[in-house]
């Protein structure tokens, strides 16, 4: 089994920062692309941010410049730091990666449970 986990959510002010992580475990043979989504209230879950695992980075426009994706491939981790926050950055965010299981020869999609962040003042 894979278990995917975030955490680092919270309450912040606008302007403020936070730093999002992402631990995955268990039978994990290797890890490709990690990504971080966010989905608010009412609306449709959105791809903010993907990295490989050779580091390579994309962005989606409503986060760049202010959001930066990192991984820490010795750790099965992923992080999300996010400044310069907004009332409209409020939302559940998700963790995704693309593991390879030992027990597979294939990739498989695992998500976290979501963290939950609020800019709010």
């Known amino acids: 089994q894979v278990q995917v986990v975030e955490s680092g959510g919270g309450l912040v002010q606008p302007g403020g920062s936070l730093r999002l992580s992402c631990a995955a475990s268990?039978?994990?043979?290797?890890?490709?692309?990690m990504g971080w989504y966010r989905q608010a209230p009412g609306k449709q879950r959105e791809l903010l941010a993907t990295?490989?695992?050779?580091?390579?980075?994309t962005y989606a426009d409503s986060v760049k410049g202010r959001f930066t994706i990192s991984r820490d491939n010795a750790k099965n981790a992923m992080y999300l730091q996010m400044i310069s926050l907004k009332p409209e950055d409020t939302a559940v965010y998700y963790c995704?990666?693309?593991?390879?299981?030992?027990?597979?020869?294939?990739?498989?999609?695992?998500w976290g449970q979501g963290t939950q962040v609020t800019v709010s003042s």
């Open positions: 995704n990666v693309q593991v390879r299981p030992t027990y597979q020869r294939y990739e498989s999609t695992y």
């Open positions: 990295i490989t695992s050779n580091g390579d980075t």
């Open positions: 268990g039978s994990i043979f290797s890890i490709s692309t």
